[in-house]
């Protein structure tokens, strides 16, 4: 091999060299590939034919890739951002994590826009909560409603003190 | 089509979506026989990782027919019943050449440290996923199996990922004859793991979880030992003192990022999110080992930071493997497994919801309700 040649200066260079000792045998087949680098035969390239953001530790997209919910609004904005910076930056993962609060919101308006009002109730699954956690859900109803009842009096009683 | 819709952290609904299309050569459309929910479908539903978008279609276990095939497919064909891996692997690339294919560098752009997964946010590369009528499959000759004749549909829908999960996270921990292998997490992936921790060889196998439940139903699947760590003090004294205060040979952490068990981590990770989720599964990983063991990782945590105690990693010499499963890789021997009866997935369906219900479905299996081990979604087109 060109390597032991290379190292032959090195005494005992490669002895204890096993495939069987790669440390994630038997997960990977040792091939070699990895020191060809990215020149593999590449796949066909998809066509871009949504916005695509790409982690800027690769120098293109992927061969293949989602199309669906291509970065829009505000919360697109702020994924931009992110991207600009690596997956090894806070900046990159902070402002994607706040982009989907904000994406929250925008879903919202989004379903009134279209005349569409969210039951919430239902997308969290409290009819299984009903079905199955009731006496959980009672409970939860119940702290919810003395908490509203409290703050209510409270925000009541400083008033009328102010007064 | 019908298709799971995330609005937000612990909001979902079934509503219309267009139907996807071929976008590449290589794309296969399949339409949907059944879809499950899965543990890792949690972390996204409960808003732990980041670039999830409102609008997108979780689902990354999934069988189904092929429906329509691009120019480029060559091996599968319409009608094929097939079973879909869930991780999208080129076949290509150097890390699909030594069968990493759980980390494919041609079907992720948005990250380059985790291949595309199927339904599984932007940050695994914004693929709509399964639990939907329709599904886009890319490299659809290089994942996709055809399901054998033979073999029940249940069984092959955990074969997409449940199995293969567990199988590689007892061939992480490179069990020896005699080991004694504890498994945090008794969800539908530690309980395989522990099943699957047998073939290995394993001498004991004692599975960590709070819900009784699974505790009860794990013991029995796969006859091991099984403790509620709300019943002891300290865990990590607890299995020490059970391993002749030794500590275990293996580890393995089928928790991931929502455990519960530290009032720290659990504030820190996973309401606070200052660290990527809650460590507290590896963190007792890492500190029951025996000096010298091995911890092995199937647990999902998210792209940042977690706090483990990495010092005890060092002292204790510990190694650490870890890795999305490579679902095709372990495809061949888990359908000998499953033939011979080693193992028996479908045993670990406990629910199977109509994909109009997915809000309910997810609830249930989130809040641990109604005895829930591993649902099913099937859509309206398959029940007819
Ligand atoms: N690496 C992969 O390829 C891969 C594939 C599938 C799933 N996963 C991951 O595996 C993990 C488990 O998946 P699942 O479907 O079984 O999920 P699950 O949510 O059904 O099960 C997790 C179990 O862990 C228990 N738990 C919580 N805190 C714990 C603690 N501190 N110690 C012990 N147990 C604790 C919970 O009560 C629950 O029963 C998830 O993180 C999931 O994302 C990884
Ligand atoms: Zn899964
Ligand atoms: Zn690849």
Same mark, same amino acid.
């Not at chain 1, 919360?75 to 994590?97: C, N, T, V």
């Not at chain 2, 793991?193 to 979880?209: E, S």
């Given at each position: 091999?060109?390597?032991?040649?290379?190292?032959?200066?090195?005494?005992?260079?490669?002895?204890?060299?096993?495939?069987?000792?790669?440390?994630?045998?038997?997960?990977?087949?040792?091939?070699?590939?990895?020191?060809?680098?990215?020149?593999?035969?590449?796949?066909?390239?998809?066509?871009?034919?949504?916005?695509?953001?790409?982690?800027?530790?690769?120098?293109?997209?992927?061969?293949?890739?989602?199309?669906?919910?291509?970065?829009?609004?505000?919360?697109?904005?702020?994924?931009?951002?992110?991207?600009?910076?690596?997956?090894?930056?806070?900046?990159?993962?902070?402002?994607?994590?706040?982009?989907?609060?904000?994406?929250?919101?925008?879903?919202?308006?989004?379903?009134?826009?279209?005349?569409?009002?969210?039951?919430?109730?239902?997308?969290?699954?409290?009819?299984?909560?009903?079905?199955?956690?009731?006496?959980?859900?009672?409970?939860?109803?119940?702290?919810?409603?003395?908490?509203?009842?409290?703050?209510?009096?409270?925000?009541?009683?400083?008033?009328?003190?102010?007064? | 089509?019908?298709?799971?819709?995330?609005?937000?952290?612990?909001?979902?609904?079934?509503?219309?979506?267009?139907?996807?299309?071929?976008?590449?050569?290589?794309?296969?459309?399949?339409?949907?026989?059944?879809?499950?929910?899965?543990?890792?479908?949690?972390?996204?539903?409960?808003?732990?990782?980041?670039?999830?978008?409102?609008?997108?279609?979780?689902?990354?276990?999934?069988?189904?027919?092929?429906?329509?095939?691009?120019?480029?497919?060559?091996?599968?064909?319409?009608?094929?019943?097939?079973?879909?891996?869930?991780?999208?692997?080129?076949?290509?690339?150097?890390?699909?050449?030594?069968?990493?294919?759980?980390?494919?560098?041609?079907?992720?752009?948005?990250?380059?440290?985790?291949?595309?997964?199927?339904?599984?946010?932007?940050?695994?590369?914004?693929?709509?996923?399964?639990?939907?009528?329709?599904?886009?499959?890319?490299?659809?000759?290089?994942?996709?199996?055809?399901?054998?004749?033979?073999?029940?549909?249940?069984?092959?829908?955990?074969?997409?990922?449940?199995?293969? &999960?567990?199988?590689?996270? /007892?061939?992480?921990?490179?069990? $020896?004859? @005699?080991?004694?292998?504890? !498994?945090?997490?008794? *969800? =539908?992936?530690?309980?395989?793991?522990?099943?699957?921790?047998?073939?290995?060889?394993?001498?004991?196998?004692?599975?960590?979880?709070?819900?009784?439940?699974?505790?009860?139903?794990?013991?029995?699947?796969?006859?091991?030992?099984?403790?509620?760590?709300?019943?002891?003090?300290?865990?990590?004294?607890?299995?020490?003192?059970?391993?002749?205060?030794?500590?275990?040979?293996?580890?393995?952490?089928?928790?991931?990022?929502?455990?519960?068990?530290?009032?720290?981590?659990?504030?820190?990770?996973?309401?606070?999110?200052?660290?990527?989720?809650?460590? &507290?599964?590896?963190?007792? /990983?890492?500190?029951?080992?025996? $000096?010298? @063991?091995?911890?092995?990782? !199937?647990?999902?945590? *998210? =792209?940042?930071?977690?706090?483990?105690?990495?010092?005890?990693?060092?002292?204790?010499?510990?190694?650490?493997?870890?890795?999305?499963?490579?679902?095709?890789?372990?495809?061949?021997?888990?359908?000998?497994?499953?033939?011979?009866?080693?193992?028996?997935?479908?045993?670990?369906?406990?629910?199977?919801?109509?994909?109009?219900?997915?809000?309910?479905?997810?609830?249930?299996?989130?809040?641990?309700?109604?005895?829930?081990?591993?649902?099913?979604?099937?859509?309206?087109?398959?029940?007819?």
């Amino acid at each position: 091999m060109d390597l032991e040649k290379k190292f032959s200066h090195i005494k005992g260079w490669g002895v204890d060299a096993d495939p069987d000792n790669e440390p994630t045998y038997p997960m990977k087949k040792y091939t070699g590939d990895d020191h060809q680098r990215l020149n593999w035969d590449r796949p066909v390239q998809q066509t871009l034919t949504a916005e695509v953001l790409h982690s800027n530790e690769r120098p293109e997209v992927s061969a293949v890739f989602g199309t669906t919910c291509p970065p829009s609004g505000w919360s697109g904005k702020i994924r931009r951002y992110a991207f600009k910076h690596s997956e090894s930056s806070y900046l990159h993962w902070l402002p994607l994590l706040l982009a989907d609060r904000v994406n929250v919101v925008e879903g919202i308006a989004d379903d009134l826009r279209k005349g569409h009002i969210p039951n919430i109730f239902a997308e969290k699954g409290w009819k299984a909560e009903w079905k199955y956690n009731r006496t959980g859900l009672i409970k939860k109803v119940t702290v919810a409603a003395l908490v509203t009842t409290a703050a209510v009096l409270i925000t009541k009683k400083l008033t009328a003190k102010k007064r | 089509m019908l298709a799971m819709n995330y609005r937000g952290p612990f909001r979902v609904r079934a509503e219309q979506k267009p139907e996807p299309e071929i976008e590449h050569p290589e794309d296969a459309i399949v339409r949907v026989l059944r879809s499950c929910i899965c543990g890792s479908d949690l972390h996204l539903y409960h808003g732990l990782v980041p670039d999830t978008r409102v609008g997108s279609t979780f689902g990354h276990e999934f069988i189904g027919i092929v429906e329509a095939v691009g120019p480029g497919v060559q091996k599968l064909k319409v009608g094929d019943k097939v079973l879909v891996p869930f991780n999208i692997a080129c076949g290509k690339c150097a890390f699909c050449k030594q069968e990493l294919y759980g980390n494919c560098h041609e079907s992720n752009p948005e990250a380059t440290a985790v291949g595309g997964i199927f339904g599984y946010s932007h940050t695994a590369g914004g693929f709509d996923g399964g639990q939907a009528e329709y599904v886009r499959v890319p490299y659809a000759d290089v994942g996709p199996l055809v399901i054998p004749e033979d073999m029940h549909p249940d069984d092959a829908v955990l074969l997409t990922d449940v199995v293969p &999960t567990g199988y590689q996270a /007892a061939e992480m921990g490179g069990i $020896k004859k @005699g080991d004694t292998v504890v !498994v945090f997490g008794a *969800g =539908p992936v530690g309980i395989m793991a522990a099943k699957c921790a047998w073939l290995f060889g394993a001498g004991r196998v004692i599975v960590i979880d709070h819900i009784e439940y699974r505790l009860d139903f794990v013991r029995n699947y796969a006859q091991c030992e099984a403790y509620n760590f709300r019943s002891m003090t300290d865990p990590v004294v607890f299995l020490k003192k059970i391993t002749d205060w030794f500590g275990a040979d293996v580890c393995i952490d089928a928790v991931g990022s929502d455990a519960a068990g530290n009032a720290m981590q659990t504030i820190t990770g996973r309401k606070m999110m200052l660290q990527a989720g809650s460590a &507290t599964a590896l963190h007792w /990983a890492i500190n029951s080992v025996k $000096k010298g @063991g091995i911890v092995s990782i !199937v647990g999902v945590y *998210g =792209p940042t930071d977690n706090l483990v105690p990495i010092g005890n990693v060092v002292n204790k010499g510990i190694t650490i493997r870890a890795n999305q499963a490579s679902v095709k890789r372990l495809l061949p021997r888990l359908i000998e497994h499953v033939r011979s009866g080693y193992i028996d997935p479908k045993a670990i369906v406990s629910h199977r919801i109509p994909l109009e219900e997915v809000a309910d479905a997810y609830h249930i299996f989130s809040a641990k309700l109604d005895n829930c081990i591993k649902p099913i979604l099937i859509p309206p087109s398959a029940r007819q």
